[in-house]
């Protein structure tokens, strides 16, 4: 009797140790291999028959040194292929610019004025860069990124060029908020605030060029 009576007792523990087991909740499923941030989209440069040079974004700058002047704009950009040479550009562009987002500059290897740019490539790490000194640069900013190409500068220096821009725009300190302080005399040298979030009325019309 006392043998049955363990016997059933353990046969109890057994169906209720596997009722417990088939009701225990699964585990939290093991974490999804978290997503790598997606890489930057590159300014691209393309020159010759193959060769890729990549970047960082290009960069426009808008300075208005006058805030009842024209503002002054610069452009530039490098890549870099695989081996370590560079594509360079930089280019100043006349008032114009700023309404059409289109320009058609010289290539010169002298000090750039509106209207003129600069290339420059570097065959390797340790080489001095060697300038262009003749062509054109033709470029146009549309839907927050530049295209062009570069024409007629020696066998070096041709190339396509397309990718994302980052714009700033700086202003005399005049012309952001009433707190900032403006000049103390009309001789002291006009310090420019770069407006970071396009909120002066200079720098408003510019706020969509990178987007």
């Given at each position: 009797?006392?043998?049955?009576?363990h016997l059933a007792c353990c046969a109890a523990a057994v169906a209720t140790a596997a009722a417990a087991g088939a009701g225990v909740a699964a585990g939290p499923a093991?974490?999804?291999q978290d997503e790598r941030p997606a890489l930057p989209d590159p300014?691209?440069?393309?020159?010759?028959?193959?060769?890729r040079f990549t970047g960082a974004a290009a960069r426009i700058d808008i300075k208005y040194p006058d805030a009842a002047g024209a503002p002054q704009v610069e452009l530039a950009f490098s890549a870099t292929d695989r081996s370590g040479?560079?594509?360079t550009a930089r280019a100043v562009a006349p008032p114009a610019f700023a309404r059409t987002r289109q320009l058609t500059a010289r290539i010169t290897d002298r000090p750039l004025r509106p209207g003129d740019?600069?290339?420059?490539?570097?065959?390797?790490?340790?080489?001095?860069?060697?300038?262009?000194r003749t062509g054109s640069l033709q470029l146009s900013l549309q839907s927050g990124r530049l295209a062009g190409e570069a024409r007629g500068a020696g066998p070096m220096f041709p190339a396509k060029f397309e990718g994302p821009v980052v714009v700033s725009c700086a202003v005399p300190a005049s012309a952001m908020a009433a707190s900032l302080p403006?000049?103390?005399?009309?001789?002291?040298?006009?310090?420019?605030v770069v407006d970071?979030?396009?909120e002066s009325a200079l720098c408003q019309p510019y706020a969509a060029w990178a987007s």
């Open positions: 009797m006392k043998a049955s009576l093991p974490a999804a300014f691209t440069v393309k020159v010759g028959a193959g060769q040479r560079t594509w740019a600069s290339v420059q490539r570097r065959t390797a790490v340790a080489d001095d860069a060697v300038f262009a403006a000049p103390v005399s009309a001789d002291a040298p006009v310090a420019l970071e979030a396009f």
